[in-house]
């Protein structure tokens, strides 16, 4: 019986150990066809918007944001459109990513530029302050350190900003100083975040075939507005938001 027991674990061993390069194999062909089908989705993109100039759309979504009148201060949610870091849990159990199809031609690093910074600092007499949801940190150059992409346009906009401490947040560490674009006339030594003193924002983007952005502008995390845009004979026009837009 000894003898049976110990040539099944022998045999069962050696299966496993020969199905290793076999599975390696189909990963690897599986990562292969995946990315081919992200490049293919991210260069139909990319040429439909060739030659689009977006600077109108800028303006045109810039002046559809609206800031509680009541709230001095904004945290700006900022998601980079596309990271390559990713956490694996399982690596037979995951969709690889290999490039930003989801808004490859404009996206939020697009949009929060030196520009449009600077219309909403004239338009609201708001502080803003960036913030990463996915790290759970505002913005300097400590917290940028990992998984953030550091050649992303909108991150070196952020960190050329002013800087402030922050209290009555807990994800702002006391002495720690962080960048905000300050709203006009602030001189406060700190910006103060307790609980009801401040608004969430958030916008993103996707692209469609035909020239079309959807925007998703996001207050407070339950307050979704969409305004769906179409580059047609030269100039952007809104159309209708239907449900194969929204996101």
Request: net charge positive; aromatic share 18%; glycine share 4%.
């Amino acid at each position: 019986m000894k003898i049976f027991f110990l040539f099944i674990s022998l045999f069962i061993f050696l299966y496993s150990f020969s199905q290793k390069p076999r599975d390696t194999i189909g990963m690897d062909r599986y990562e292969k066809e995946a990315a081919q089908e992200d490049f293919k989705k991210c260069n139909e993109l990319t040429n439909d918007f060739k030659g689009v100039s977006f600077q109108t759309l800028e303006q045109m979504i810039s002046d559809e944001i609206i800031f509680a009148s009541s709230k001095s201060n904004i945290v700006v949610n900022y998601h980079q459109p596309f990271s390559k870091h990713m956490t694996i849990i399982d690596i037979y159990d995951y969709t690889p990513v290999f490039c930003n199809y989801n808004n490859p031609a404009y996206n939020q690093s697009d949009f929060w530029n030196k520009k449009t910074i600077r219309y909403l600092h004239r338009k609201f007499s708001v502080n803003m302050i960036p913030y990463l949801p996915h790290k759970g940190e505002f913005v300097n150059k400590e917290t940028v350190k990992s998984n953030v992409d550091k050649n992303d346009k909108t991150i070196k906009v952020f960190l050329n900003q002013k800087k402030s401490e922050i209290s009555g947040h807990s994800n702002a560490d006391d002495g720690e100083k962080y960048h905000f674009i300050p709203a006009k006339g602030f001189r406060e030594s700190k910006l103060n975040l307790k609980d009801g003193s401040y608004q969430e924002f958030e916008i993103n983007f996707r692209n469609y075939l035909g020239k079309i952005i959807t925007v998703k502008y996001i207050y407070d995390e339950y307050k979704e507005v969409y305004k769906t845009y179409q580059y047609k004979l030269q100039k952007w026009i809104e159309i209708p938001t239907t449900d194969k837009y929204k996101f």
